[in-house]
Each structure stands twice: as C-alpha cells, then as structure tokens.
C-alpha cells in the first residue's frame, strides 16, 4: 500500500515537471517569433496601367520624403493595359510609399500613402483626371 502510494506521487510530480517544462518552452517559441525585428516584408510590387495613358517613367519615395529619386521603370514605357514588376533595391524599409508617374510630356500623376507591405499589386487608373487605385 505504501508503495502504491509512493507511485502515484512520483508519477503526479513527472507529469507535472512534463506539463511545466512543456508549457515554458512554447511560450519562449512565440516570444522568439513574434519579434518585428525578425520580420521581414517585401517592398515589392507589380504596377497594372488602366490609366488611359502610356506610362513613361515611375518613381517611388517614403511618404514625407522631399524627392522623388531614378525613374524605377522597369521597361522602356508601359501602355495602358499593360503590367511590369517593380522590385526594390532599396534599404530603406519603410512601409509607407507615395508614387508618381509621368507621360511623355512630362505630366505627372502622385499616388501617396501606398503600404508596401501589405500590396503586392497596384492598378492605377485616372478617373477624370484623378488618379485613383486598386489593391492586392
């Protein structure tokens, strides 16, 4: 009977050690994983034209950001109709973006605010004369 006893006890303190050690671990796998500075997001993109226009230059800057920098086209122009890639380059890991285009005469349409870490394609359409857009 004592050695009945002296079993249960032992198996109950091994179950809860298993039961303990187990939950400590799981809980430092989900500390460990939810760290944004594990994180990475793609800046990425593809553009999709339905403005009406051909597209002869894109740019992109952080939102704030005073300039615009290089054209970022991928192709020579892209019609209306027409998609290419835009893929980064860049260091700047903002997730903010405004982006800008221009036809051949030079006009330019500005697109701000756009969250690059959660679009992968952008259709960028005039309405009017407005520049409006659609996510992906």
């Known amino acids: 009977m004592k050695r009945m006893k002296f079993f249960s006890v ?13 939950c400590g671990s799981s809980s430092a796998a989900n500390d460990s994983s939810s760290t944004d500075k594990d994180t990475v997001y793609s800046q990425d993109f593809t553009i999709v034209n339905e403005t009406g226009i051909e597209i002869y230059a894109v740019f992109v ?25 835009i893929v980064f380059d ?42 409006t857009a659609s996510f992906k």
């Not at 032992?10 to 187990?22: D, E, K, N, W, Y």
């Open 10 to 22: 032992l198996m109950v303190f091994s179950l809860s050690v298993f039961i303990f050690a187990g």
């Open 61 to 85: 800057s952080p939102t704030g950001e005073e300039s615009w920098g290089e054209d970022i086209l991928t192709t020579d122009t892209l019609p209306t109709g027409s998609t290419t890639d």
């Open 90 to 131: 860049s260091e700047v890991e903002e997730q903010y973006w405004d982006l800008m285009i221009a036809d051949s005469e030079g006009t330019t349409f500005e697109w701000s605010k756009i969250d690059l870490f959660s679009v992968s394609e952008i259709t960028l359409k005039l309405d009017n004369g407005n520049p």
